[in-house]
């Protein structure tokens, strides 16, 4: 026991406090086009890349405040969200789907080729971790409470977009479009909003990214971070506000023992990999029939 | 720069083909259970490194270890479909995706688990050296390459136009449970169709392992390129996405070859080309090229 407490206030357990932290953003906002709205969102990580991308080329080039960074990093997102939003939304889930797995294919070719701006698969080194009304975050420790509160109000406001008037028309287009849409719901518009918010805030979960690791390549960016923010959304149940933040806390700490196993760094990255979409796998297995209510029609 | 083009024709020609036979496989599946199939590049993939083990790591002959692969995949297809795609057919559209996701995951992770993550290639039998024929050249096994796309594809249009099999999957993709009702068997049509779209699949992978390299983390990139293909020709229609294959080859090409205005792009945007091409056919024909306007299903 007093091993357990060890090892949560000393670094380890700082870093394991801000990962969960920066999941719970990532996976809350997902939660909101996935799991609420039942819009595939696969360009969530996309969202998350040009947030790290935005913040760690402001910050290292022109040297701009973590307010400006964060701001830029955020409607950044937004923007593109917006301008997704408005190409695929309009089309059934399918063709969401494959626009936003389009969308975040050309972002990765693009931090991966766009040697000038992104450095290509050298990633983008050196950013410097924040400042903010005086207090520096160059401390875990400090970096934690600064992320910790940035994590509590993400679901501050999630919780309560999840139950306002727009979330709940969210969920009833999600399970009934044309009773939804006849009763005055507009759906483009609500579809759009969540769409949107949700890009937003993995833009600021991609600020919080760079600021933390003072390093980002394309690699931290690929299909496979795709697939473990999705196994925490599944596994939490989609729509499901609670159930979301338990599995984040679960999935996150989950392979942190495979780290004091003696196996070798090429196999550590694809166990992991494979223990995500295993667990994936197995809970829509599990849970086929409720996981997503089969949409109604007349 | 025009000089450059029917060297750039061809090439789309040789890509377009393999793009072709990747994704007739995936609009088949797609035809019969409307679910999009993600690990389809994956089996591309699986496929490529299954006659990797078999020819180049224990050297069968050539026929043996076609035969081997052939019977592999065969099993490979069967087991995806029983555990990843028809448990999950009924319940939502999502699921079969999300599944297939989780599947290519897990294939990708085992192969470069057993195989390593670096890049490989076939041992090369066939001569490389290139004929010239007008200024354009081209290898003998690109020429098989698109020879063979072209009989594979050609058996398949005639096999689903003209023979009473290929009406029966006509009917099923038009309307599985009336086509239940009137005592096809929709079960093992299934089974057979997508079984032999992973053939197809696998066979485009080996062609590509021989004309440039392989690697585990090529299947989602080949996936993509398959759903761009079938957004293209309007999703579940089979010959729109063969055609929308070789217009994604040219697309490719000619994004890369040609300069614009004295500037050309470097190679490696070729990817971001046909992933642009997704959003902008989603933005311009949201129901494909060659598509009709969606139909009730």
Known sequence: ?298 | MLSILPQLLVNSLITGSIYALASAGLALTYSLLRILNFAHGHIMMLGAYCFLLFYGQLELSFPTAVLYSTLCMMAVGFVMLRIFILPFVQSSTLLPFITTIALGTILECAVSMIFGVNVRSFPSSASSNSMEVRGVYITPFQCAIVVSALLILGTLAFLVHQTSLGRKVRAIAENRSAAESLGISVTLITYGVCILGTLLGAYAGILVGYETNIQPTMGSSYSIKAFAAMVLGGLGNIWGTVLGAYILGLIENLSIGLDFWGYSLPAGYKDAFAFLVILGVLLLRPHGLFGTRSRAT
């Open chain 1, 1 to 298: 026991m007093t091993n357990m407490i060890e090892i949560l206030t000393s670094d380890y357990g700082v870093h394991l406090a801000i990962l969960v932290s920066l999941y719970l953003i990532l996976a809350q906002s997902l939660n909101l086009t996935v799991g609420l709205g039942q819009l595939f969102n696969l360009a969530h990580v996309a969202s998350y890349a040009v947030g790290a991308y935005a913040t760690a080329l402001l910050s290292t080039e022109h040297s701009a405040s973590f307010t400006v960074c964060v701001a830029v990093s955020i409607s950044l997102c937004a923007a593109f969200a917006t301008l997704l939003g408005a190409i695929s939304l309009r089309l059934t889930t399918d063709y969401f789907a494959i626009g936003t797995l389009a969308f975040s294919a050309v972002v990765s070719a693009l931090l991966i080729n766009w040697k000038s701006v992104t450095h290509g698969v050298l990633g983008i080194p050196g950013i410097p971790r924040p400042e903010l009304l005086g207090i520096d975050f160059y401390d875990n420790g400090n970096f934690l409470a600064l992320i910790g509160i940035f994590a509590v109000i993400t679901q501050a406001i999630l919780y309560c977009l999840y139950n306002s008037p727009c979330g709940r028309s969210l969920r009833a287009l999600a399970e009934f479009e044309r009773a939804a849409a006849s009763l005055g719901k507009n759906t483009r518009r609500t579809r759009n909003i969540a769409f949107c918010v949700s890009s937003a805030f993995a833009g600021l979960a991609g600020s919080f990214f760079s600021y933390y690791l003072n390093y980002i390549d394309p690699s931290s960016f690929g299909l496979g971070e795709m697939v473990f923010i999705l196994t925490i959304v599944i596994v939490g149940s989609p729509g499901s506000f609670g159930g979301v933040i338990g599995a984040t806390l679960f999935l996150v700490l989950l392979p942190e023992p495979l780290r004091f196993l003696d196996i070798s760094s090429t196999y550590l990255g694809p166990m992991r990999q494979l223990l995500h979409a295993l667990i994936l796998f197995g809970v829509v297995w599990w849970k086929r029939d409720k996981l997503f209510p089969q949409r109604r029609t007349v």
